[in-house]
């Protein structure tokens, strides 16, 4: 008889559900709005609701549910099943994975979201041929996830491919983990929306662009030829460019896959990226490596918490 995996997606507004076969195939996908209020305490009870209800709708009995996975925007540690904190969420020291198993019975892997971003354009995207990938998601931050020989490497505490706070400018723009020069301060909406706010000044004659520009505009700026925006999206190339450098030099991988909503900018951003790359990488690191963009868009989450599912319960091997 079929079995069944529910892969999750926890995001600030919304979170996505994909129902799954074990053999890979998607059945249905669906999200709910992600109710954070009073920290967030009601939201795993609309999750489970929400799955029971899909469940009844399909005709499919709970008993033919193998697993659940489930990405969460923040620092979650998959040994444990504990979200030590999600901001957007209001979860800290939450025992997310208990919770779910308690309810279904079965076993439940939780995952960060850009860990879980990653697998799934591994496994289903533009991953897909490759046995190891760097992915890079430029949201309103930047997040990263890192596949290697076919598995997703976590590290220790579950922070390993946090690129968005790697150091890139040493002593530089004060950064939300409370260090200075992280990536993501100069990259991504975060990034980009605070050179705008520095850089406007000394570009008076910017013909676009003002303080409470969208980024997207930024982006559109920039192709039009506007100094300003030529020079924001230049500078934002140039640092994500090194820290991808270094993770190519340290991981090694076949391909870099670059998601998120801004990579909407296409070639206005991989041009110049590429450009400086070139000259901060490793020859020998990137012998074989390409960029591509992300496949999967905003379903590389929940592609991603069923691939956990079926890899740790060894449905690969
Ligand atoms: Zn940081």
Not at 124 to 142: D, H, I, M, P, R
Not at 150 to 179: F, K, Q, S, W, Y
Not at 195 to 216: A, G, M, P, Q
Not at 236 to 259: D, F, H, R, S
Request: proline share 2%.
């Amino acid at each position: 008889m079929s079995k069944y995996v529910v892969g999750i997606d926890v995001g600030g507004t919304s979170t996505k559900f994909g129902l799954f076969m074990t053999d890979g195939e998607k059945i249905d996908k669906w999200k709910i709005a992600t109710d954070s209020e009073d920290n967030g305490k009601h939201l795993t009870g609309h999750i489970i609701k929400s799955i029971k209800e899909r469940f009844v709708e399909h005709s499919i009995s709970e008993g033919r549910l193998t697993g659940i996975g489930i990405g969460v925007p923040g620092f979650v540690d998959e040994a444990t099943g504990v979200v030590d904190i999600a901001v957007n969420i209001g979860w800290e020291n939450y025992p997310l994975k208990a919770i779910l198993a308690d309810a279904f019975h079965v076993p439940v892997f939780i995952n960060n979201d850009a860990n879980l971003a990653a697998a799934g354009e591994h496994w289903q995207g533009a991953g897909k041929k490759e046995a190891s990938s760097f992915f890079v998601t430029l949201g309103t931050g930047v997040g990263g996830g890192i596949i290697v020989n076919g598995d997703l490497v976590t590290g220790l505490n579950g922070t390993a491919g946090e690129i968005g706070h790697t150091v890139t400018v040493p002593h530089g723009r004060l950064c939300t983990c409370g260090r200075e020069g992280c990536l993501e301060e100069y990259v991504a909406a975060k990034g980009l929306r605070r050179s705008l706010r520095d850089y406007l000044r000394n570009f008076k004659d910017s013909r676009s662009l003002h303080k409470d520009s969208e980024v997207i505009d930024i982006y559109e700026a920039a192709k039009a030829g506007d100094a300003l925006a030529a020079y924001i999206v230049n500078e934002a190339a140039y640092y994500l460019a090194y820290a991808l450098a270094n993770a190519v030099t340290l991981i090694n991988p076949e391909k870099i896959i670059i998601g998120g909503g801004m990579s909407a900018a296409g070639e206005t951003l991989l041009h110049p990226l590429v450009d400086h790359y070139k000259r901060f990488v490793l020859k020998e690191a990137d012998e074989s490596l390409s960029f591509e963009f992300a496949r999967l868009g905003n379903d590389a989450g929940i592609y991603g918490a069923t691939w956990l599912v079926l890899k740790r319960l060894g449905y690969f091997e």
